[in-house]
Each structure stands twice: as C-alpha cells, then as structure tokens.
C-alpha cells in the first residue's frame, strides 16, 4: 500500500500563471478530500468527493480555484491565475466508505504539494 | 457554523511532565465525531486519536482524551512528556459524523525540552 500519492511534491508558479495539482487516492479508497495548510490559517477544507461525485466544495475560493475526480484512481485540484496568497501546502486525503461493515472512515493523508506563487 | 477552538498556540513543557492541550468545539450535530491529529516536522497529519461516545476515555500511543459533550470539549492529555511528542497537534471535528469534511482547530505546537 503506497499511500495517498500526490505530484509534484513542489510547484513553483509566477503570478497570474496556472498550477495543476494532482492527487492519487489508496487503492480501494472511495473519498477523496483537498485540505490547505498555512501558517497563518492552519488546516482549511477546500472540496471532497464521494464516488468520484462532488459533495461538498464549501471551501473553496469560487472564482480561481477548481477541482475533478474523472476516475476512482485521481483527483486533480487547478487553480487559475495564482496569486501570493495561493502559497500553501496542499494536501489530499483519501478514505473508505463508511457501511459494509465499516463504521468510521479514517482519512489518511498525502504529502502534499507545496506550491509557492512569486 | 462547526468550529473547533484550540486556545494555545505554542505549549513547551519539559520531558517527563504531564501535557494538556485544549479544545472545545461548536457543532449542530447532537453525535460529532472529534479527532486529534498529530503532524511532526515535514510530515503529514496522521490521526492519534478518535471518539464520538461521551464520557469514554480513548487512549493511544500515551495519549488519550475524553469526549466530554456537556462542555463540549475533547482535550488531549498525556502523563509524561517525552522529546519524541514535540510536534504540532491539531484538533478536528467532522460535520457529518463518521463520514464528513474534518474542522480543524488552528494548531497547537508542543515543544518537549530536555
């Protein structure tokens, strides 16, 4: 079991460019979940995703940042015309479905992208 | 909304002597789940404890906590502190129970000094 698997491990971007973060869930996993971590903010939500289905992007900033699950095996999290602010280390989380025998679904983390914006 | 508050920002203590880290949190849900994770330096968060019945004390790895939903807090105490412990420590509620977005606190860092 290799874990959550997220590349690249850093982006460097220049203001108002593009950064693609990519996420791979562990094998067998159904929901995967974007956290961001500052200094200043600690640990904040952004969006998760159930069965490959969004449910919940609340925490999302609306206008630059978007993000997809086209298959079980990834996710991926862009953010449009990055800004200073944008520097975070992002991370990705994955977990089983509760039922089935399961009643909590830990979420176990990757190592996150850390995307520094000049 | 759901939040979780965690009141200290930087704890140092010396080895061997008994940690506290605080947290309360606010939740509309009458059965929340309430987490510790533990993140040590250049790591990511992995989750030391876990609990969502009231009054029981959990325990792992020396830690433990109890959920108390009267006071609605779920603080992380340890007996004795070693080297090993300095790490930030983050405090995290579900919104959906078993199966929900986690809410972090905003952090504690515990130092252990020899």
């Known amino acids: 079991n290799a874990g959550v698997i997220q590349t690249p491990r850093h982006k460097v971007t220049g203001k108002g460019q593009e950064a693609t973060l990519w996420c791979e869930p562990i094998?067998?996993?159904?929901?995967v979940f974007w956290y961001r971590q500052t200094i200043v903010q600690g640990l904040e939500f952004l969006t998760y995703?159930?069965?490959?289905?969004?449910?919940?992007d609340s925490g999302m900033p609306k206008e630059r940042f978007s993000a997809q699950m086209p298959n079980q095996s990834h996710s991926t999290l862009k953010i449009q015309s990055t800004q200073p602010q944008d520097s975070a280390v992002y991370l990705c989380?994955?977990?089983?479905?509760?039922?089935?025998?399961?009643?909590?679904?830990?979420?176990?983390f990757g190592p996150g992208t850390r995307l520094t914006v000049l | 909304g759901d939040s979780v508050t965690q009141t200290e920002g930087l704890v140092t203590l010396t080895e061997g002597l008994p940690v506290m880290l605080n947290c309360t949190y606010q939740t509309i849900y009458s059965n929340p789940f309430l987490f510790w994770y533990v993140q040590h330096l250049n790591e990511s968060p992995r989750l030391l404890l876990k609990?969502?019945?009231?009054?029981k004390r959990t325990e792992h790895q020396g830690f433990h906590a109890t959920l108390h939903k009267s006071s609605s807090s779920f603080h992380l105490q340890k007996s004795s502190a070693q080297l090993s412990d300095s790490a930030l420590y983050y405090c995290?509620?579900?919104?959906?129970?078993?199966?929900?977005?986690?809410?972090f606190g905003q952090g504690t860092k515990l130092s252990i000094k020899p």
């Open positions: 609990s969502f019945t009231d009054n």
């Open positions: 995290a509620l579900s919104d959906r129970g078993n199966q929900g977005k986690l809410i």
């Open positions: 989380a994955s977990s089983l479905d509760v039922g089935q025998g399961v009643n909590y679904a830990e979420q176990f």
């Open positions: 094998s067998g996993h159904s929901a």
């Open positions: 995703f159930r069965n490959q289905a969004p449910i919940d």
